[in-house]
């Protein structure tokens, strides 16, 4: 079975810090997402990747950023945190192909405060 | 562009009754379609898959869903409701099979079953 590994379950910052979401997967899969959910809106996607040190922009980057260093291996950051990304963090991984199902983590519940 | 509708952000059954939960999608080009489950304080967990193949796809814990191009539909059902099954699902839409291709989710429905 796949696994995706979030570092933390839940997380509580302050306005204004740097916030790092880790997210590790065991599957060797080219493509990384990372969503965040909030009630009524469903998953909307932050940033993903396709491949090591590539990255493109999801639905909703601002205030956000990503880093892939490894194949296994997706962070998002939080530039400057603020308290409207107060959310369910969710990231998920998938091999190279669209018809193929993506695998999530079991999420990051962020709080700022 | 693709997208997903959820009719009903909450629906109510009893223990023992059928699930229908309704998705509807739009895509220019045939879809892959995904519904997932997210149980409390967990990530989503995939269901089914509808990948061209088969229009009645067979998932976990009983489901299944139908794809029919002609009403760009792809509801989920499950002829009998277990209290297990209370959980949010998400529908999903995958327009291409090419690696950069995302999914659109639905925004949700709830599944409460009663006993």
């Known amino acids: 079975d796949v696994k995706v590994t979030q570092s933390s379950r839940y997380l509580v910052k302050r306005t204004g810090e740097k916030v790092f979401l880790e997210c590790v997967q065991d599957?060797?899969?080219?493509?990384m997402f990372w969503y965040r959910q909030d009630p009524g809106l469903g998953l909307r996607l932050i940033y993903f990747?396709?491949?090591?040190?590539?990255?493109e922009k999801g639905d909703i980057p601002e205030g956000y950023s990503v880093s892939r260093e490894k194949k296994e291996r997706f962070s998002l950051i939080l530039e400057s945190a603020s308290t409207n990304q107060t959310s369910m963090y969710l990231c998920a991984s998938r091999t190279g192909q669209g018809r193929q199902p993506q695998h999530f983590g079991d999420g990051t519940r962020l709080s700022i405060l | 562009a693709q997208s997903v509708t959820q009719l009903g952000s909450h629906v109510s059954v009893s223990e023992g009754a059928l699930v229908l939960l309704r998705c509807n999608y739009s895509?220019?080009?045939?879809?892959?379609l995904f519904w997932y489950v997210q149980y409390p304080n967990q990530g989503l967990q995939l269901l089914l898959k509808y990948t061209s193949a088969a229009t009645l796809v067979k998932g976990i814990n009983g489901f299944e869903a139908e794809f029919k191009k002609s009403e760009t539909s792809f509801h989920l059902t499950k002829p009998s409701a277990h209290m297990s099954d209370a959980a949010e699902y998400f529908c999903a839409v995958s327009a291409t099979n090419s690696g950069y291709s995302t999914l659109t989710f639905g925004k949700g429905t709830m599944l409460l079953v009663s006993p």
């Open positions: 990747s396709y491949d090591v040190k590539m990255k």
């Open positions: 895509s220019s080009v045939p879809p892959y």
């Open positions: 599957m060797d899969h080219e493509n």
